[in-house]
């Protein structure tokens, strides 16, 4: 039945579906696993670096996480030249903004731009929807820090932690139970270290297989600052986890051997 309808975006099923937007969701789920994570002073942004060819040249590329203006970035998962086009159209965007008001442009009207225009393209006959979804992270002076994801259709919403690409599904449950409003811009790099670790497709997590970047405000200077961290502070970040999940296994151990002990003692009474 869906072969009858899927030929063009503009044709509904019977059922009320846009089926050619449900194929451009299904191209996220097989993209690199991207996740953010709101804290009380900053942002982060986690991404899965699918490309990790030593040839590459890792000064002039970065394949997930791209920066918008002074106050906003944002990661991508999907198709990755789509992604292009639309980073190239939000930072015209927010340039246009600059210079008709003469300060940054707000980060939920930046966004909203955007999915005006990808709506648009679910709706016209003789295009496609782009084959991506993002996260947006940013501040302005209305709101503060904000979180933001949007997907092929054109719809948004603000998220205080969420997850898009591969394994989104097992990613936002673990969010659900380890996420604190209260947590730090550390708790939050912990988080989003823990949950990478558990949804790649990979025995263990490398520092070359993940991109990381911060979004914080520096009060005194009143600026924003968003910088991507290196292969060594990565590194570090996993190693820390590591430590953690070592320390935790240890005493788990000791916890189940002292049932076991107390469960021996309680029958040698009987």
């Not at 393209?121 to 503060?144: E, I, N």
């Not at 932690?161 to 969010?175: P, R």
């Not at 935790?248 to 000791?254: D, N, P, Q, S, W």
């Amino acid at each position: 039945m869906a072969k009858l309808y899927d030929g063009r975006t503009t044709i509904f099923s019977p059922e009320g579906r846009l089926y050619q937007v449900e194929y451009a969701m299904q191209a996220i789920e097989n993209a690199g696993t991207c996740l953010g994570v709101l804290a009380q002073d900053g942002i982060v942004l986690a991404a899965e670096k699918r490309n990790t060819n030593k040839l590459l040249d890792e000064v002039a590329h970065s394949e997930k996480i791209y920066r918008l203006n002074e106050t906003t970035a944002c990661s991508v998962a999907g198709i990755t030249s789509d992604a292009n086009v639309l980073t190239n159209y939000l930072r015209e965007a927010a340039q246009r903004y600059v210079l008709t008001y003469q300060e940054p442009m707000p980060v939920e009207q930046l966004v909203c731009s955007l999915c005006d225009l990808k709506q648009l393209y679910t709706q016209r006959g003789g295009k496609r929807p782009f084959g991506v979804s993002l996260l947006y992270m940013g501040w302005d002076k209305h709101y503060g820090f904000q979180l933001y994801q949007s997907d092929p259709s054109g719809n948004y919403g603000g998220w205080k932690a969420t997850c898009i690409g591969n394994n989104h599904s097992a990613a936002v449950s673990m969010l659900k139970q380890d996420y604190k409003e209260e947590c730090d811009l550390n708790e939050a790099l912990a988080l989003a270290v823990k949950v990478m670790s558990k949804t790649l497709d990979a025995t263990k997590m490398a520092p070359d297989r993940v991109e990381i970047s911060t979004l914080t405000r520096e009060k005194e200077k009143d600026k924003v600052k968003i910088r991507v961290l290196s292969e060594a502070e990565v590194k570090h970040l996993i190693g820390e986890y590591e430590k953690q999940q070592e320390k935790e296994k240890k005493e788990k151990e000791k916890e189940r051997e002292r049932k076991e002990r107390e469960k021996k003692a309680a029958q040698a009474k009987k």
